[in-house]
């Protein structure tokens, strides 16, 4: 099979040829008894995109979360850059699964509710949030509010607001599941472009198989009960054969029946 | 849509005020006015004083303690919401209060401070201050968790969480709770006039009724209600002002 694997149980090291942008550290989360996560290990390379994909329940957003900032690890630690942080810093920007829109503030506010936060003057923080709006294309929407727009559109928002701010590190907690299939593929399409073309580090929570086949270089996958990262596999060598051909490369195939086949017991 | 929305309100202002007519003409009750007569009664007043001089009185009382209610429950509705102890120590206060029998609780009132304006000030406080709290602490509890998790993952300080999401998720419900606070206010200044000392509007009310004015007695009622509609109106007002994105649907004009 054409396609590089590292295979190991638990706490899998990064491969030596990247370097990591975020490194999970033996975090281990418990809420009262329940375990939520125990003791996972894992490393994010720089520039590219890692989905932690898994059935419901095995932590992939605690997990996040916890990188992110907004929740605490009851033992472990999280490096962002090589530097230890316990709370959200500049330094990462997270993408809500509900989008997460302030309902009364403009689209334009909306994304530049960041940098607003990081002080950023009012005409510098608006030329900004016009430049990422256009960006994810919603350039004439600026001035509309979140209700007048469309699932996926409201997303594009959310994603401006994330990218408006430059952090190394983009976290999205399954961004894509609350916007209609053709919606979703479309955003498939443009992610790919945008780690292609922007320097993030970008992780990216899923529980969709063939999204995390098609959008990652790295696939962490976690499983239940205890929570642990089972496998972790490195697609080669469809992702440059273009958008257009991914969906029927014999590689991407295998991948999708394969993460399946270990996945299938765990989902009642 | 504008058009369509006040010919509504005309039609079912033409249909209460007709079917009023008819009941005063059948006549439900020898009390009971004819609008036609109210209305005449009410301007009569308006011309010779009788209604300015009344709400000069009677405002004093609503308008301290509708602006009291306003800024110290909103205040301690906020408190009460973000903290558990507060909430512990507040709470129920307020959930007595507004379960309390205040007509029956009007004389204790008395005794402790008078037949003044204070008391009447606090009967408006009582009256509309529970609905503020509550309203406002339950909404402020119930800000959705991903707004604020959205504020801190991108660095909002607490005070700006506060102030730029909790505050502006919680209006539409703490408007909500204001509206009903501030109507419960009016009925509130016209008790106090009705049970401690007549005054004002409450005493046209009490006098008119005593000599058999009846449709007198009607237009006191009917422009206290005038002027509580209107003040809700300007609230709403206020609301949207404020709150440009509040106006998602439930908003009627």
């Known amino acids: ?268 | 849509m504008q058009n369509r929305a006040l010919l509504l309100k005309l039609l079912s202002a033409v249909l209460l005020f007709g079917a009023w007519e008819i009941a005063g003409r059948v006549p439900v009750s020898f009390a009971f006015p004819t609008f036609l007569e109210s209305m005449a009664a009410l301007v009569r007043m308006t011309l010779d004083g009788t209604m300015l001089t009344a709400y000069a009185e009677t405002l004093k009382p609503l308008a301290i303690g509708v602006a009291i209610s306003a800024f110290l429950g909103i205040a301690i509705g906020l408190w009460v919401g973000l903290s558990k102890f507060f909430d512990w120590l507040f709470s129920p206060i307020f959930i007595v209060m507004q379960a309390a029998p205040l007509a029956a609780l009007i004389p204790l009132l008395v005794l402790a401070y008078g037949i003044g304006l204070t008391s009447k000030v606090l009967v408006v406080c009582i009256m509309a201050m529970p609905v503020i709290v509550l309203n406002t602490s339950g909404a402020v509890r119930n800000t959705p968790e991903s707004y604020k998790e959205m504020g801190r993952s991108f660095l909002a300080s607490d005070l700006s969480i506060l102030v730029r999401i909790i505050i502006p998720a919680a209006s539409p419900v703490i408007f909500a709770g204001l509206r009903l606070g501030i109507s419960a206010g009016f009925i509130g200044a016209i008790l106090s006039e009705l049970k401690i000392t007549p005054t004002g509007v409450g005493d046209i009310i009490t006098y008119s009724r005593s000599i058999a004015d009846y449709p007198s007695m009607y237009a006191a009622i009917f422009s206290i209600i005038l002027l509580a509609v209107l003040f809700l109106n300007l609230l709403e007002k206020i609301e949207l002002a404020l709150f440009k994105g509040n106006e998602r649907g439930y908003v009627s004009d």
Request: charged share 25%.
């Open chain 1, 1 to 268: 099979m054409a396609m590089s694997q590292i295979k190991e149980e638990s706490a899998p090291a990064a491969s030596a040829e990247f370097e990591s942008a975020v490194s999970v550290k033996n975090i281990t989360k418990n809420y009262g008894d329940v375990e939520a996560l125990r003791d996972m290990s894992l490393e994010f390379p720089r520039g590219q995109l890692t989905s932690l994909l898994g059935p419901s329940g095995c932590g992939k957003t605690t997990l996040l979360k916890i990188i992110a900032g907004l929740l605490e690890p009851t033992s472990g630690t999280v490096e962002v850059g090589g530097k230890e942080v316990t709370d959200p810093g500049p330094d990462r920007a997270f993408v809500f699964q509900d989008f997460a829109l302030l309902p009364w503030a403009s689209v334009i506010r909306n994304v530049a509710f960041g940098l607003e936060m990081r002080g950023v003057a009012a005409s510098e923080r608006e030329a900004i949030a016009e430049k990422y709006i256009k960006d994810v294309g919603l350039a004439g929407f600026e001035n509309a509010y979140p209700h007048e727009l469309s699932g996926g559109m409201r997303q594009r928002v959310g994603l401006a607001r994330a990218l408006s701010v430059d952090a190394d590190v983009l976290l999205m907690d399954e961004p894509f599941s609350a916007v209609d299939e053709q919606t979703r593929r479309k955003f498939q399409e443009d992610l790919l472009a945008l780690v292609q073309n922007e320097n993030k580090t970008f992780l990216f929570v899923t529980h969709s198989i063939e999204e995390a086949v098609y959008v990652s270089d790295q696939i962490a996958i976690l499983l239940p009960r205890p929570s642990r990262v089972s496998e972790i596999i490195r697609p080669s060598s469809f992702r440059n054969k273009g958008v257009d051909n991914i969906r029927r490369d014999p590689e991407y195939l295998d991948i999708v029946d394969e993460i399946w086949a270990s996945l299938r017991s765990y989902v009642e």
